[in-house]
């Protein structure tokens, strides 16, 4: 079925101002952590890398980046051996509740971030006992993060079949030897498109980490928010955020073109 050329033209039209409406407001942040003017006027008359020299040696800023990279990675790794040994358990398997156990792993990611913060919140403090620090908000982001690493295995599971599977054990091979010699080659990509994936959502999310980092403790989106109207830091600020943008977009890129046509994860509310 072809279109008319006025359908053509409107559908071209609605979706460059979708992506106008997105992606504009990224590339004036991206510009404005070079801009020379101090008030950031537009269009930019000059350009500096003077704000860049201010980030790097802004200790709040490199603070907030060590947590937010330790929580990313920590996150992660926690939700590839979760999410991979979930996905296993639910595709390779068939046990009453299967279907309403794949539900609630999926869950997380599609609550909002606000209640999935004031639960665990109370969670740990209430019933656990525990301080809130950086342990809390790692575990806190292991619950969506797991969702991620979750859907790009059982969308390669599925893809695999169980042929390969069930040749290596007829040829003698046991359980771990199957999965290092076969299986796990042949997820290895959509494990690290779900561990790209999930540490970039953890490396961003500032509505969960809000209410389970510790007092005095910022990850980098916080510090973002933190200063964001204070006039002396908004040059760095800028270059944070760009940093932000730059970091969160290379690991989405790259999962992308790792996990092909899998059907992956979605995002969080």
């Given at each position: 079925m072809r279109?008319?050329?006025?359908?053509?033209?409107?559908?071209w039209t609605a979706l460059g101002a979708g992506f106008a409406v997105i992606y504009f407001p990224l590339l004036v942040v991206l510009l404005n952590s070079v801009n020379a003017d101090t008030t950031f006027g537009w269009p930019p008359k000059s350009f500096t890398l003077e704000w860049w020299g201010?980030?790097?040696?802004?200790?709040?800023?490199?603070?907030?980046?060590?947590?937010s990279v330790v929580a990313g990675l920590s996150a992660t790794a926690i939700a590839l051996v979760l999410g991979t040994m979930a996905a296993f358990a639910l595709q390779k398997y068939r046990f009453f509740g299967r279907n309403s156990l794949?539900?609630?792993?999926?869950?997380?990611?599609?609550?909002?971030g606000i209640v999935t913060g004031i639960a665990l919140n109370n969670a740990f403090r209430t019933i656990f006992g525990l301080d809130l620090g950086l342990m809390t908000a790692i575990v806190a982001h292991a619950t969506f993060c797991i969702v991620v690493v979750f859907n790009n295995v059982v969308a390669r599971l599925r893809r695999m079949g169980g042929n390969l599977e069930e040749a290596s054990m007829d040829l003698g091979a046991d359980g771990m030897t199957t999965f290092r010699l076969v299986m796990f080659p042949m997820l290895r990509s959509a494990l690290l498109a779900g561990g790209l994936l999930a540490f970039?959502?953890?490396?961003?999310?500032?509505?969960?980490?809000?209410?389970?980092?510790?007092?005095g403790m910022e990850t980098l989106p916080i510090w973002i928010y933190n200063n964001l109207f204070r006039p002396n830091?908004?040059?760095?600020?800028?270059?944070?955020?760009?940093?932000l943008i730059i970091v969160s977009t290379v690991p989405v890129y790259l999962a992308q073109r790792l996990s092909g046509g899998d059907s992956s994860s979605g995002g969080r509310i």
């Open positions: 279109m008319s050329k006025p359908a053509r033209v409107l559908l201010r980030a790097v040696t802004n200790e709040g800023a490199l603070h907030a980046l060590w947590t794949s539900l609630l792993v999926i869950l997380p990611i599609a609550l909002p970039a959502l953890s490396f961003d999310e500032i509505i969960v980490t809000t209410f389970t980092l510790g007092t830091q908004a040059p760095v600020v800028n270059v944070v955020a760009a940093v």
